[in-house]
């Protein structure tokens, strides 16, 4: 059974930080393009940083470009998203998502997704 449980949300003021992490069980990780979305409230989940299975290759939403850092390691399963200079903007809950597919410098569609973590509440207060 797959399991991605993200984890390291939380309140944060403007101009914070946060560091998310997804821990991935049940299949073999370094497979797997990963891939972080969000989800504001009222809005359409949106790609935010994905990550290629050796780690050198990362594209990120022209709107975290430059504050937000994806990374992995693949002896932990996991891979992580850095969160700096956080803006009320970045409010949403925040998606860990696994990708049978090769890395490509692109935004990744929802409809690419293989399998899904539950997510984790991100609130940046203003």
């Known amino acids: 059974q797959v399991k991605l449980v993200e984890s390291g949300g939380g309140l944060v003021q403007a101009g914070g930080s946060l560091r998310l992490s997804c821990a991935a069980s049940g299949l073999t990780f370094r497979w797997y393009s990963m891939v972080w979305f969000r989800q504001a409230p009222g809005k359409e989940r949106e790609f935010v940083a994905s990550?290629?299975?050796?780690?050198?290759?990362?594209y990120y939403a022209d709107s975290v470009k430059g504050r937000f850092t994806i990374s992995r390691d693949n002896a932990k399963n996991t891979v992580y998203l850095q969160m700096n200079s956080l803006k009320p903007e970045d409010t949403a809950v925040y998606y860990c998502?696994?990708?049978?597919?090769?890395?490509?410098?692109?935004?990744?569609?929802?409809?690419?997704?293989?399998?899904w973590g539950t997510g984790t509440l991100v609130t940046v207060s203003s």
């Open positions: 990550i290629g299975w050796s780690g050198a290759n990362t």
């Open positions: 998502a696994a990708i049978n597919a090769p890395w490509r410098a692109t935004t990744w569609s929802s409809n690419d997704v293989t399998y």
